[in-house]
């Protein structure tokens, strides 16, 4: 006989069994309707945009994942698209969504952008419940420009073999919003940069000056699906070199272009004779380079004719004109100066001849785009000022500006491309300036490994708020670290390909902000507890004031605890101290009415907004704000 403590015993126990029924049949219920959902459970990732650059009322197609992890069917759930210019939505959709248990689903959206040219966007996927809490969230950048040369995002191809997947590289390079790509060795020779057997119909097979064999079919399919992208494709080639079999005939006579060569003068304590660079061993005895005179008008005709025939038989879109450098004194075959100069004086220096080779070689170009690097920045005022579509240079860190200061840390990148975008104003699509595309080799000696994260993040946060870009990311995924592109072997590793991701879809989304009028200020920046430099110090937050017409912007770039030289050799520079809560006062005169965050390190790039207090010293006005977290660099702009 059961009592009555028994009976009180199975009641609990059967209160107790129905409680977790219910407890399981609400969960099951809560994720079909819309319920909460732990971290880990849905995922989503854009896949990426269509192109890497659209035309003004152009339409974007761009598609979403979306992961069920759990064991559970989930409906009710709500994909959202925001598409953001700064901190503003600009446009909105969404769609209703159901995942069956440990299933994916793609979902695509499709957006007209909008009319305005040279617009930056970010668009914002967020997966909701229906109550519209936010359960996961991707973003990427989204750029409308009509033309790429007013931000120009260069990448570059170096291998050409005949199994290349030129489909995957090219998609991988869209993924980072490459919008032109160099096609670094992609020629035979440098005077005769296409055999003359290759033709459109037959695209052939040559070899380069190493023995490389160059596949035609493979360069072709590059060009296509670089097409397909938007993406500009550049023929790289030297504006002044030949090789062996230019200067010298079969027998070792010279040829007539040998008359065209260039020669150290004899003050020129660099060399003498004639100016070669010794390239390496080469199976066809082509491996010396000889440099022609700029200003020789028959080597002007011959390599203008030669980049032409590129054009008639490859889809190429311009000519990437490279060089060696700043060699001193030169003169040519007759010991003559090479030329004589816009202001009426003898041209000794190549770096003096370039305004009127760019010149010229754009003229003959037919509307082909020119971009050019004036190696070590030597020459590069000349190159500001001529009608070049894309200002370009190769950085090294031994080579001095034209004041003399070393480019051997940030603030000397910073400042010869602040001094790039004044000088090239007047030579610009809209008077607005031209971005310099910096090239600088991070980890040079580095040889076993990946590459070292902070060292490339804070080279590349510096030039970005400058106003500038960046070569590196190219022939698929990888990144340049040294001169000769077919030699980069060292990776990027999984931690650099995600934060250069969310860097390219930054510096895409603010591209207005970074490279678009702006200008350096000296506004005065107090942060509490820390020690602040303007030019960009070791050990200190490099707080470096920018402004346009409509916003002030404060760029905070996290140098605590480590260095402020650009080439990080060995890969061993620290990363920075992380930082939070930083209290910042910024001095200004202006009128702020609000203040907004931006950072590829923070919430996926979103804006987000700070509150502020206003205040005045003995400084002067100031706005005083709480920045919540630096890790590389936050950008900070007051309307």
């Given at each position: 006989m059961k009592t009555a403590l028994d009976r009180r015993k199975w009641i609990i126990a059967g209160l107790c069994m129905m409680l977790i029924l219910f407890t399981v049949v609400f969960r099951i219920c809560g994720n079909r309707q819309g319920g909460l959902y732990e971290v880990g459970q849905l995922e989503i990732l854009i896949n990426g945009t269509d192109k890497a650059r659209y035309a003004p009322g152009e339409k974007t197609t761009i598609t979403v994942t979306v992961g069920n992890l759990t064991e559970t069917i989930i409906d009710n759930l709500w994909l959202k698209m925001n598409v953001y210019h700064l901190d503003e939505v600009v446009y909105s959709d969404q769609q209703s969504l159901a995942l069956e248990p440990k299933a994916d689903k793609n979902i695509s959206f499709i957006w007209t952008v909008p009319d305005r040219d040279y617009q930056g966007y970010l668009v914002c996927m967020q997966l909701t419940d229906k109550k519209g809490n936010r359960i996961a969230q991707d973003t990427i950048g989204l750029d409308v420009s009509s033309e790429w040369i007013k931000f120009p995002r260069y990448g570059y191809l170096c291998d050409y073999g005949e199994e290349e997947n030129a489909e995957e590289k090219i998609e991988h390079m869209n993924r980072y919003h490459i919008n032109a790509i160099e096609y670094y060795d992609w020629h035979a020779l440098h005077h005769e940069p296409l055999p003359a057997d290759i033709t459109r119909q037959v695209p052939g097979v040559w070899e380069d000056w190493s023995g490389r064999r160059i596949y035609g079919k493979t360069v072709k399919e590059y060009l296509q699906f670089a097409h397909g992208k938007n993406?500009?494709?550049?023929?790289?080639?030297?504006?002044?070199?030949?090789?062996?079999?230019?200067?010298?005939?079969?027998?070792?006579?010279?040829?007539?272009?040998?008359?065209?060569?260039?020669?150290?003068?004899?003050?020129n304590e660099r060399g003498e004779g004639a100016f070669m660079y010794q390239m390496g061993s080469s199976p066809s005895g082509n491996g010396n380079l000889y440099f022609m005179?700029?200003?020789?008008?028959?080597?002007?005709?011959?390599?203008?004719?030669?980049?032409?025939?590129?054009?008639?038989?490859?889809?190429?879109?311009?000519?990437?004109?490279?060089?060696?450098?700043?060699?001193?004194?030169?003169?040519?075959?007759?010991?003559?100066?090479?030329?004589?100069?816009?202001?009426?004086?003898?041209?000794?220096?190549?770096?003096?001849?370039?305004?009127?080779?760019?010149?010229?070689?754009?003229?003959?170009?037919?509307?082909?785009?020119?971009?050019?690097?004036?190696?070590?920045?030597?020459?590069?005022?000349?190159?500001?000022?001529?009608?070049?579509?894309?200002?370009?240079?190769?950085?090294?860190?031994?080579?001095?500006?034209?004041?003399?200061?070393?480019?051997?840390?940030?603030?000397?990148?910073?400042?010869?491309?602040?001094?790039?975008?004044?000088?090239?104003?007047p030579y610009s699509v809209d008077e607005k300036g031209k971005?310099?595309?910096?090239?600088?080799?991070?980890?040079?000696?580095?040889?076993?490994?990946?590459?070292?994260?902070?060292?490339?993040?804070?080279?590349?946060?510096?030039?970005?708020?400058?106003?500038?870009?960046?070569?590196?990311?190219?022939?698929?995924?990888?990144?340049?670290?040294?001169?000769?592109?077919?030699?980069?072997?060292?990776?990027?590793?999984?931690?650099?390909?995600?934060?250069?991701?969310?860097?390219?879809?930054?510096?895409?989304?603010?591209?207005?902000?970074?490279?678009?009028?702006?200008?350096?200020?000296?506004?005065?920046?107090?942060?509490?507890?820390?020690?602040?430099?303007?030019?960009?110090?070791?050990?200190?937050?490099?707080?470096?004031?920018?402004?346009?017409?409509?916003?002030?912007?404060?760029?905070?770039?996290?140098?605590?605890?480590?260095?402020?030289?650009?080439?990080?050799?060995?890969?061993?520079?620290?990363?920075?101290?992380?930082t939070q809560n930083i209290d910042v006062k910024y001095y200004t005169n202006k009128e702020i009415t609000e203040i907004n965050m931006a950072s590829f390190t923070i919430e996926q790039g979103m804006s987000t907004e700070l509150s502020f207090e206003k205040g005045e010293d003995a400084g002067g006005k100031y706005f005083e704000f709480v920045v919540p977290a630096l890790e590389y660099w936050d950008m900070i702009y007051m309307k």
């Amino acid at each position: 006989m059961k009592t009555a403590l028994d009976r009180r015993k199975w009641i609990i126990a059967g209160l107790c069994m129905m409680l977790i029924l219910f407890t399981v049949v609400f969960r099951i219920c809560g994720n079909r309707q819309g319920g909460l959902y732990e971290v880990g459970q849905l995922e989503i990732l854009i896949n990426g945009t269509d192109k890497a650059r659209y035309a003004p009322g152009e339409k974007t197609t761009i598609t979403v994942t979306v992961g069920n992890l759990t064991e559970t069917i989930i409906d009710n759930l709500w994909l959202k698209m925001n598409v953001y210019h700064l901190d503003e939505v600009v446009y909105s959709d969404q769609q209703s969504l159901a995942l069956e248990p440990k299933a994916d689903k793609n979902i695509s959206f499709i957006w007209t952008v909008p009319d305005r040219d040279y617009q930056g966007y970010l668009v914002c996927m967020q997966l909701t419940d229906k109550k519209g809490n936010r359960i996961a969230q991707d973003t990427i950048g989204l750029d409308v420009s009509s033309e790429w040369i007013k931000f120009p995002r260069y990448g570059y191809l170096c291998d050409y073999g005949e199994e290349e997947n030129a489909e995957e590289k090219i998609e991988h390079m869209n993924r980072y919003h490459i919008n032109a790509i160099e096609y670094y060795d992609w020629h035979a020779l440098h005077h005769e940069p296409l055999p003359a057997d290759i033709t459109r119909q037959v695209p052939g097979v040559w070899e380069d000056w190493s023995g490389r064999r160059i596949y035609g079919k493979t360069v072709k399919e590059y060009l296509q699906f670089a097409h397909g992208k938007n993406m500009v494709n550049m023929a790289y080639n030297m504006i002044y070199a030949g090789t062996d079999s230019f200067v010298k005939d079969i027998d070792g006579n010279p040829t007539k272009a040998a008359a065209w060569q260039l020669y150290f003068a004899p003050d020129n304590e660099r060399g003498e004779g004639a100016f070669m660079y010794q390239m390496g061993s080469s199976p066809s005895g082509n491996g010396n380079l000889y440099f022609m005179n700029p200003l020789n008008r028959s080597w002007q005709q011959y390599i203008f004719a030669q980049e032409n025939h590129i054009f008639e038989v490859l889809d190429f879109d311009g000519w990437h004109g490279d060089t060696v450098g700043d060699w001193g004194k030169m003169v040519d075959v007759s010991g003559n100066p090479l030329g004589i100069g816009e202001n009426g004086q003898p041209v000794y220096e190549v770096k003096e001849s370039y305004r009127q080779f760019l010149n010229a070689a754009k003229e003959a170009l037919g509307g082909h785009y020119l971009s050019f690097n004036p190696v070590g920045a030597q020459g590069i005022e000349q190159v500001n000022t001529s009608d070049v579509d894309v200002l370009y240079t190769e950085f090294w860190p031994w080579d001095s500006d034209r004041n003399g200061v070393q480019y051997d840390n940030y603030q000397s990148l910073v400042t010869e491309i602040e001094r790039t975008m004044e000088e090239s104003k007047p030579y610009s699509v809209d008077e607005k300036g031209k971005s310099l595309v910096v090239k600088a080799y991070i980890n040079y000696y580095k040889t076993t490994g990946t590459l070292n994260a902070p060292g490339v993040l804070l080279c590349d946060s510096a030039v970005y708020a400058a106003g500038g870009s960046r070569l590196e990311i190219g022939n698929g995924d990888h990144m340049l670290h040294v001169e000769y592109y077919p030699d980069d072997d060292i990776p990027m590793g999984e931690e650099l390909q995600d934060y250069m991701v969310k860097m390219a879809d930054f510096i895409v989304a603010y591209e207005n902000l970074l490279r678009d009028g702006q200008f350096t200020t000296e506004n005065r920046v107090e942060i509490a507890d820390h020690q602040v430099s303007k030019d960009g110090q070791s050990n200190t937050i490099w707080a470096y004031t920018r402004a346009d017409s409509e916003y002030e912007i404060l760029h905070l770039i996290n140098l605590l605890g480590t260095d402020n030289e650009w080439r990080d050799e060995r890969g061993k520079k620290e990363a920075p101290a992380y930082t939070q809560n930083i209290d910042v006062k910024y001095y200004t005169n202006k009128e702020i009415t609000e203040i907004n965050m931006a950072s590829f390190t923070i919430e996926q790039g979103m804006s987000t907004e700070l509150s502020f207090e206003k205040g005045e010293d003995a400084g002067g006005k100031y706005f005083e704000f709480v920045v919540p977290a630096l890790e590389y660099w936050d950008m900070i702009y007051m309307k």
